[in-house]
């Protein structure tokens, strides 16, 4: 979850998506869909926290 919200300051779908998790327009699974997943996992290595 943190490296999803850190991806989200700079991926506009990753926060809209959390967003509409947060407005409860979507379910909470949805955060796991592929195309999120993915691109959580691929910067994964890039930030230093």
């Not at 989200?8 to 997943?37: C, G, W």
Request: overall charge positive; glycine content about 2%.
């Amino acid at each position: 979850m943190d490296r999803l919200l850190q991806l989200s300051v700079s991926d506009p779908n990753i926060y809209r998506s959390f967003l509409e998790v947060m407005h409860m327009t979507k379910q909470p699974a949805s955060l796991f869909a592929p195309n999120l997943l993915l691109r959580v996992l691929k910067n994964i290595g890039t930030n230093s926290n």
